[in-house]
């Protein structure tokens, strides 16, 4: 088995702060993902990446940027934290047949 | 557009019940379809999935119906228990030339009453 593990767990900011979040798997899959789970929205697909060096953009990248360093670790930075935002962002790695998810960071904007 | 719609937001079933959890797709090249279960405070988890080569599949008490004409399919509960309680996120995807993306439905959450 393996694990994927996302750091921070908490995440508080600014307005207009850049922030990082970053997670780490060990499955030693190919593809890596960053989602954003809002309520009553579902995942949606921030950035995506199929190999080491590699970025895709999903559906909500506006925002963000994200850097895949290495095959096992994939951050996601925020650009420019929004007032009164609130969202869990999970990280996963697999692929279509199945993903696997970490346990997401939580972020507060003051 | 969403592309994966989960009309219902939320589901309540007595115990013992079937629960039946829809999903919509608008994408016909999607061949792959998947339902996850995500238990609060807790990470998705894969329940069930199915190829578009097929329309059933079942696993002990949760089946999957696929209607490739109708752009949409279910998850089916039989005996539904309290443990079942939980959010359903619908998901599919391209087994080739999908890059590994899945797009998941908005959720629903299932409640099963005693």
């Known amino acids: 088995g393996g694990i994927i593990t996302q750091t921070p767990k908490f995440l508080i900011g600014q307005e207009g702060q850049k922030l990082t979040l970053k997670c780490q798997q060990n499955?030693?899959?190919?593809?890596m993902y960053w989602y954003r789970q809002d309520s009553g929205k579902g995942l949606r697909l921030i950035y995506y990446?199929?190999?080491?060096?590699?970025?895709q953009k999903g559906d909500l990248s506006e925002g963000y940027d994200a850097s895949r360093e290495k095959k096992s670790s994939f951050s996601l930075t925020v650009t420019s934290a929004q007032k009164n935002e609130m969202a869990v962002f999970l990280c996963?790695?697999?692929?279509?047949?199945?993903?696997?998810f970490g346990p997401g960071t939580r972020l507060t904007v003051l | 557009g969403q592309q994966v719609k989960q009309s219902s937001p939320s589901l309540t079933v007595q115990e013992g019940g079937i629960s039946i959890l829809n999903c919509d797709y608008e994408?016909?090249?999607?061949?792959?379809f998947a339902w996850y279960k995500k238990y609060p405070d807790n990470s998705p988890t894969l329940l069930i999935s199915?190829?578009?080569?097929?329309d059933k599949r079942e696993d002990g008490r949760l089946t999957v119906f696929l209607n490739k004409s109708g752009k949409h399919f279910s998850l089916h509960i039989t005996a539904s228990q309290p443990e079942d309680t939980a959010v359903y996120l619908c998901?599919?995807?391209?087994?080739?030339?999908?890059?590994?993306?899945?797009?998941f439905g908005q959720g629903t959450v299932l409640s099963v009453i005693p």
């Open positions: 994408n016909d090249m999607f061949d792959y």
């Open positions: 499955f030693n899959h190919d593809t």
């Open positions: 996963a790695s697999g692929g279509y047949a199945e993903q696997f």
């Open positions: 990446s199929i190999t080491e060096n590699d970025l």
């Open positions: 998901a599919a995807g391209m087994a080739t030339g999908g890059n590994n993306k899945l797009t």
């Open positions: 199915v190829r578009s080569n097929v």
